[in-house]
């Protein structure tokens, strides 16, 4: 099964946000080993990330977050 990281952030230290997030993101890599996706949208305080289990295949037709112009889903 993939990893998926969805954080909204309201602490305003970008040090503080980048350390936490690295803790979330490692605590779930064994999830999907294979790749890993990450967004940060900054100046809406929002962090994405997405770590893939390769069940079918490594295209990148299902990497997650899909992205289209400036619209993400998750």
């Known amino acids: ?7 909204v952030w309201k602490i305003k ?3 503080k946000r980048k350390a936490l997030y690295k803790l979330f993101r490692d605590s779930i890599k064994s999830r999907g ?3 890993s996706r990450h ?5 809406k305080g929002i962090s994405m990330g997405f770590h893939r289990l390769a069940t079918y ?5 299902n990497m997650m ?3 289209n112009d400036n619209n993400y889903l998750l």
């Open 57 to 61: 295949g490594m295209s990148d037709n």
């Open 13 to 15: 230290d970008e040090k």
């Open 39 to 43: 967004i940060h949208l900054d100046e």
């Open 65 to 67: 977050p899909l992205y």
């Open 1 to 7: 099964m993939c990893g998926i990281l969805f954080l």
């Open 33 to 35: 080993p294979e790749h």
